[in-house]
């Protein structure tokens, strides 16, 4: 199982009809005139493929936002079961989180790190803080 996909977004959904995923203001940049701040919301999303011969049975997926020396800023853990594979293509979960109210202590380097049933594949996206200017 490996991490494919992972974004931050002003917004994301998951079509329910279709599976697919509606991604709008992909940034990995927050711009702001004072330190703390809060961002009022935001959307990770994260698609994970198996193997064709994968398990649907309940997978655990870690999510952990990391200031620049490491702390746990933010965390959550959710279970999960991959889709039923069709023959020739490797089943997805596509996660979909919204985040709302995360403060942000000072400028800098936050990093989202999800983790996969405990495995040593972990994949991270971030998201650079910083002062405006002018």
Known sequence: MKIVMMVTADYAAVEPQTGK?????VFRNINTSRFPT???RMYLVIVVAGEMNE????HR???NMLDE???VM????SAFELPSGTPGISPQHRAVIELNGLVFPDAGDYVFE???DGGLDVASTVVQVAK???
Do not use: F
């Open 114 to 116: 999800v983790n996969i």
């Open 38 to 40: 809060t961002h009022p």
């Open 74 to 77: 933010a965390s959550l853990e």
């Open 132 to 134: 405006r200017t002018g």
């Open 69 to 71: 020396d490491g702390k």
């Open 21 to 25: 995923i509606n991604i709008i203001g």
């Open 61 to 63: 997926m870690s999510v």
């Open 55 to 58: 398990s649907p049975n309940p």
